[in-house]
């Protein structure tokens, strides 16, 4: 039995749409920065925050499994850049608020969690395949 998943368009993944939101937080603490504040500091943030989602995008686009997996993990790695390091070093220096630093954390704790599962089940997906043929 060889019967095919339907296509779930990217929009409709929740880690997709809480990548948007985690860059949609982003932009809304970028908006409010002094210029020297967002070359030093928020044009970096910005690039790793938005860089989550647009991996995530472009994995789920690739075919091969070990393509997939591989922009999974730099989206893995470009949300622990952006949180765990930009927003941190915010949140230390006063730029983001408790109240967002608490958001942008809980959306780093979602999205690692389903970024892991996706990983898991595009690896169990292409064992799958090789044990079937």
């Known amino acids: 039995m060889n019967e095919k998943l339907p296509y779930i368009p990217i929009h409709e993944l929740e880690v997709y749409r809480l990548s948007r939101k985690l860059s949609t937080n982003a932009w809304n603490v970028y908006q409010r920065l002094s210029f020297q504040e967002k070359k030093v500091w928020g044009d970096q943030m910005l690039s790793a925050v938005d860089s989550v989602g647009a991996n995530i995008a472009e994995g789920y686009a690739r075919f ?4 997939k997996s591989r922009f999974y ?15 941190d070093l ?42 079937d043929r």
């Open 64 to 67: 091969h499994f070990l393509e």
């Open 73 to 87: 993990y730099i989206s893995r790695a470009s949300l622990s850049e952006g949180v765990e390091h930009w927003i």
């Open 90 to 131: 915010g949140f230390e220096r006063g730029i983001v608020s408790d109240q967002e630093f608490e958001l942008f954390n809980q959306l780093r704790r979602d999205i690692q969690v389903k970024l892991n599962n996706m990983i898991k089940s595009t690896y169990s997906a292409k064992n799958q395949l090789k044990n």
